[in-house]
């Protein structure tokens, strides 16, 4: 396993001689490629030390590009990881602009991109970041962190970077995505809102973006597994290593699921499926003749009910959209739709729908845990992790509900 390893110039630098030995100690080959500012922070000797390779900086090096050009670098690495990337280097990704060693490779690189910031808390909330931390994971680069706690400023938020051993855990696992809890497992995710036809030109839908199921189906990925993601309307990004089905209407939701769940060991609704649909659509556009007007409406097929109702049900884990009664409500719909699990978060004009971070709390038969406001994508990789749990240690109960897809198989063919 292959990993540039691209230092950039902030503070936490001081911590990748650390981050080089976790990833060395899962199996890593780590080559470094520093910025000119990293080395403020780093020495080249420490690094060329834990590393074993000598340190890469410059571009205009003729003797390192003879011996590994940028580009033979580009296509050596399974994985290119940027720790610490400042708010510059994150500017430079997002716009394309290639003037040192680092940059110019991550362009010419076709392996995944992960990047951990690390910078002064008020630079991290600054828009200008936001945004090109948007554009990248948008772009399918994996953004680690950052955590919170005290900083080498003296103030305290969101901007320290992410503990050496994580960032290990979660690289290793995108350089090699076939080491994962899920690996040799199918999921089937659903995500987004569904539209609901009322005539040709108008339609019924919610405000859900698709983020935190496509977070969920990335950090299934991650973790090894094949991953369907059965998707609503959405402006985002396809994640990368993951089947996409694209559906607008609950029923072709139904459908599209059903059809394709069978052969899946867990499955995880994220989607915000409409409750309920016009009865019958108009077939031409309606005309504004009266003053007040109402559409009939039926009431969908519930997806998520219906898989766990089958006999052969995957491992099952639901999501619960509440504005009030959090608990209460997903408590009552973990027992009535028979699920192994539900992730409740709140949603409201502040939270939940399209914001990029979430907190949830998590419900399944005999226990439950809460997880603090994150970015979508790091609480997906938190709940992906403990959905693997328990999947696990259901399957490793004899009283397990959960049959494995290869029994549920034999079963059928009986
Ligand atoms: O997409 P984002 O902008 O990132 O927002 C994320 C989210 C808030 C949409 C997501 O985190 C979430 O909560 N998804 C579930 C939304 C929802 O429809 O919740 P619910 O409580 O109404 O439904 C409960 C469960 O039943 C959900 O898993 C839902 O997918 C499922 N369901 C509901 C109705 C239906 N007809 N079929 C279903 O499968």
Known sequence: MNIVLGIS???????????????????????????????????????????????????????????????????????????????????????GSAPDLLTTMCLATEAPIAVAPAMNHIMWSNPAVQANRRTLEDRGVMIIG??????????????????????????????????????????????????????????ITNRSSGKMGYAMASAAAAEGARVILISGPVTLREPRGVEVHRVETAAEMYETTHGLVRDADLFIAAAAVADYRPTTPAEQKIKKTTDSTSIDLVRSEDILASVAGLDDAPFTVGFAAETNKLREYALSKLEKKRLNMIIANRVGSDCGFDYDENAVEVFWPGGEQAFPTAAKTELARQLVSLIADRYDSLRDDGRSSVIPLEDRKKKRTQ
């Open 9 to 95: 110039g902030g503070i936490a630098a001081y911590k990748t001689p650390d981050l080089v030995r976790r990833l060395k100690e899962r199996g890593a080959e780590v080559q470094i490629v520093m910025t000119a500012s990293a080395e403020e922070f780093v020495t080249e000797t420490a690094l060329q030390a834990v590393s074993g390779r000598p340190v890469r900086s410059n571009l205009w090096d003729k003797e390192a590009e003879a011996s590994m050009s940028h580009i033979e670098l580009a296509r050596w690495a399974d994985a290119v990881l940027i720790a610490p990337a400042t708010a510059e280097i994150m500017a430079r990704l997002a716009g």
């Open 146 to 203: 950052p955590d919170s706690g005290s900083q080498a400023c003296g103030e305290t938020g969101a901007g320290r970077m992410t503990e050496p051993n994580e960032i290990a855990a979660m690289v290793t696992a995108l350089a090699q995505p076939s080491g994962g809890r899920l690996e040799g497992r199918t999921v089937v995710i659903t995500a987004g809102p569904t539209r609901e036809p009322i005539d040709p030109v108008r339609y």
